[in-house]
């Protein structure tokens, strides 16, 4: 089998908890268009969240936006359900059926939409010092996000976190040592924003990683909402297979099964309990700090 199984933590009645191990995680200090050359894309406009609706600056700067939808270029079965479209949110991640402007992780209890989550965090691109999101779409059955030296909330840029979300579909060819899924980060020199408790980007409620199905059921990286997470992920990188729908860890050397092969029975039994998930405080930021 050429994924492995991570270990089921029963957080609620409702769902089980799916821890991934720091063990995964494979020292690395560059993206991943590092190795692949041709750069991190264009940058993305985002509205909503801290912008007007429907108006965005042509920068890219924003706190709380997202830009979307978007198409795939092609359908990804994720935690059962078949997505054609995503959203760029401006807070460490990309959401399925809406855009998500929540700034706060709050822990493994479920999440507003379906989410994969390199880095959830309060990232703030206003201040002219931080860099912004950018995409790229032009490799076949690939999307690539990046979080390009980004700041934190409020429009602080005195420390920079740089990370990088890949994601390939169906018909993707995996190279060996690869995923369908891979979270890329350099330096990552804060994990906490202003109106989540934090100061100087750290303390308060810190930043999450990992995957989430809206209802409940995703996966958080150990470590997640605990000090010290910005350090975890500094300079590493880690690959997912996808396995009927669900991120499983890719081994070091394996390219992953076909983007939504079925597993093995014995894989499938344990996997179907179903996974942790990601949430937000869904509450306004001090009108006072924007």
Known sequence: ??????????GTAEAVVTTIP?????????YYTDSIGGGIGDIVVM???????????LTGRNDDGFSGPKSLGFTLNFFGTNQTQYFVNNNGNISFNAGISDFTPNGPQGAPQPIISP???????????????????????????????????????DKLNSFQLVLRGPGFTIPAGEGAIGFFYKGM????????????????????????DGLANGEVLDGSIV??????????????????GVPVVTPPGDGGPP????????????MGTGLAGLTAWRFRKPAHSK
């Open 1 to 10: 089998m050429c994924a492995l199984v991570l270990s089921l933590t029963i």
């Open 22 to 30: 720091q063990s995964a995680l494979i020292p690395s200090t560059t």
């Open 47 to 57: 509205t909503g969240g801290g912008s007007a609706p429907g108006i965005g600056d």
């Open 119 to 157: 880095f959830f965090a309060d990232v703030d691109t206003r201040n002219l010092l931080s860099g912004v999101t950018h995409l790229r779409t032009n490799i076949a059955n690939e999307i690539i996000v990046t979080w390009d030296q980004v700041g934190y909330f409020g429009n602080n840029a």
């Open 189 to 212: 020199q804060w994990e906490t924003g202003d109106a989540s408790g934090g100061s100087g980007g750290f303390g308060g409620t810190p930043a999450a990683v990992g995957f989430g």
């Open 227 to 244: 000090a010290g997470i910005s350090g975890v992920v500094n300079n590493h990188h880690i690959w997912f297979d996808i396995v009927a």
């Open 259 to 270: 983007v939504g092969a079925v597993p093995e029975p014995a894989t499938l039994l344990l």
